[in-house]
Nanobody
Framework: QVRLVESGGGLVQAGGSLRVSCAAS????????MGWYRQAPGKQRELVAR???????NYVESVKGRFTISRDNAWNTVYLQMNSLKPEDTAVYYC?????????WGQGTQVTVSS
């Protein structure tokens, strides 16, 4: 099995920065991709950023130029560096791992951006 544990969320003022981390353990091989999703109250969960096994990345339009996803070579940890944060970035951020057609999720970490 796969276990994902997020950390690094918190409260930050608009314009500030935050980095969230996702520690992966268990059967972390044959990974297709890892990513970060977020879900704000009353909204659907959306993909924020994704990094594939080949290293290619993609971002939702609203965070391009502000957020950066990265990982260590062993897929042990995936990061999301968030700069120039806006109140609309407030959400629970979930780590996601894709492997052999299955999706695995962390428990989520709250990011709150005050105006």
């Amino acid at each position: 099995q796969v276990r994902l544990v997020e950390s690094g969320g918190g409260l930050v003022q608009a314009g500030g920065s935050l980095r969230v981390s996702c520690a992966a353990s268990g059967s972390i091989f044959s990974i297709t991709a890892m990513g970060w999703y977020r879900q704000a109250p009353g909204k659907q969960r959306e993909l924020v950023a994704r990094i594939s096994s080949g290293g290619s990345t993609n971002y939702v339009e609203s965070v391009k130029g502000r957020f950066t996803i990265s990982r260590d070579n062993a897929w042990n940890t995936v990061y999301l560096q968030m700069n120039s944060l806006k109140p609309e970035d407030t959400a629970v951020y979930y780590c996601n791992l894709e492997k052999r057609g299955f999706q695995y999720w962390g428990q989520g970490t709250q990011v709150t951006v005050s105006s």
